[in-house]
Structure formats: structure tokens, C-alpha cells
């Protein structure tokens, strides 16, 4: 879980909550496949379901992604300036070079995903690439390989699985009865059990994720910012795509929303209410305040 392949340094503080936060979801995975079992009397049926999804999250989740977001892969001759961009990047990191995707969305966002720093994507919107400045751009860029150097995406990638888990078993079970026909009060009470439980599990799952996520991005800012030494670009950046993601209409933020834990800011609109407990990003305000302070010390511009 560490950035041993690259010169981003190695972040204590984060390995630390990443694994806290990996034990306490595998000791409520556990529980979970324990209550399940219990409940539908299979444990076969339990195993080979969440095997099979975890699996397919954790291998898949860079083609997942990139099929959700309307994305594709991009070659030197398409972006030119992107690749030399991540380039510099990666030989400043001494770090593999991911494959580079670009969506083609007017919402400006950046995100990486993939289960390993051999096996990563880092994408970026078109809205993106046409409002920042190169040096506000590269600010992003790092930050995302920041993700990628330290693994934290593929952590996140396997929390979220418990809550993805939880829902799926609940309709799994609700449709499984319903096509059975069977409405009595056993089966009724087995739906509520199961309910009960998912509902639970999800519940814990989520506010531990977020609270990871929250650690992670602060994080990733400090490491761009000193892998640049321009922390003032990438609060320029934040400061940008924030303000014009608030500017974007909240159907088309709709369908990007399920992806805020991964995007460079999240997909939230103008005036949005969220309880720090609830968000995957600290606020525009902290992390500015970061940065300003890491300006300060690195003496930027003097």
C-alpha cells in the first residue's frame, strides 16, 4: 500500500487508516457472510455470489469505470499535450505510466482507477481539459498519480465492494421470492432479516469509505503540490472546477454522483447541503487552506 516504486513519499498517516479501515470492513465482511448464511441457509450460494463480485469488481473496475463514464482510451497522437503532461509527471515520480482515457463530458473532473499502479487509468473529462491552464492541469494530473502511487484507489475499489454487497443481496433475495410466488410468513420474515442486516452493513460500510476517502484527497493535494512545488496551481484548479462543476445542470451531475469518491471534486451542484460525516471530499475551504499552507512553507514564488 505504499508508494515504494516512486518518488512520491510515502504517506504514513494514509497506510495507516487504509488498513484500519481494510481490518474493520473485513471483520464486518465477515459477520456479514456469517448472518447471510445463517439466513438463506446456503453458505455455497453466499461464497460463490461474493466471490464472483468481488473478482469482477477488483479486475474490471478500470474497464467498470471507463464504460460508465462514456470514456476511451487515448494514444500520444490523440492528446498530444495530455500524454507529454503525465509523462513529465511519471519520470518526475519514477513511476509507471498509466494508460490515459479521456470521457467525453462537459463537467470538469479528473479520477483514477484500476487495481494496481501496473494496471491504472487516469481519465480526464474534455471540460476539463478545455478550462485549465497547463500548470493548473499538471496540479490535477499529480494528484491523480498520487492515488494511483499509493494504492488507495485499489482500496477503495475493495471497501466499496461490502456496500455494493449489501444492496445487491437485498435484491437478490427480493426477487428470488417474488418469482417463487412465495408470500408466506416465514419468507416475510426472512426478507426483513436480510433488510435488516444489509442495511447495516451498508450503513457502517459507507461512513467508514467516506471517511477514508476524505484522508485521501487531502493527501493526494500535498503530494501533487510537492511533486510540482506549485500548490497555488492546484488550488487554482480546485478553486475552477469547483466553481463550474456548481455551474453544470443537476440531471447531468446525476449520473456522475455514484463516481465522487473517485473524481478529482465532487459532482455535487450550486448550493449543495452535505454533512462533512457524508461527504467523500473535504471542503473546498479545507483544502485550499492545506494548500495555503504547504505555499507558505515551501515558499512558492519567492
Partial sequence: MSATRSRFRPDRQLTVRMLVTLFLLGLLYVAFMAALV????????????AAGLLAAQYWYSDRIALFAMRAHEVDAAEQPHLHGAVDRLCAMADMPRPRLAVS??????????????????????????RRLEPDEL????????????????????????????????????VYSQIFRGRRDQNTAALLAAIMTVSVAVYTISFLLIRALSR????????AAAVLTARPSALASALTKVSGDIARIPTRDLRTAQSFNAFFFAPATGKGASVFNLFSTHPSLDRRLAELAKLTARLGEGA
Avoid at 38 to 49: Q, R
Avoid at 215 to 222: I, M, S, V, W
Fill in 38 to 49: 445463517v439466513l438463506l441457509k446456503s453458505w455455497i450460494l453466499v461464497v460463490v455470489v
Fill in 104 to 129: 467525453q463530458s462537459d463537467m470538469p473532473n479528473a479520477f483514477a482507477t484500476g487495481r494496481s499502479p501496473d494496471h491504472a487509468v487516469l481519465c480526464v473529462t474534455t471540460g476539463l481539459l
Fill in 138 to 173: 499538471e496540479g490535477v494530473l499529480a494528484h491523480e498519480l498520487s492515488h494511483i502511487a499509493h494504492r488507495d484507489v485499489a482500496v477503495i475499489t475493495i471497501a466499496s465492494f461490502l456496500g455494493v454487497l449489501a444492496g445487491l443481496m437485498v435484491r437478490f433475495t
Fill in 215 to 222: 484522508y485521501r484527497e487531502l493527501a493526494a493535494d500535498h
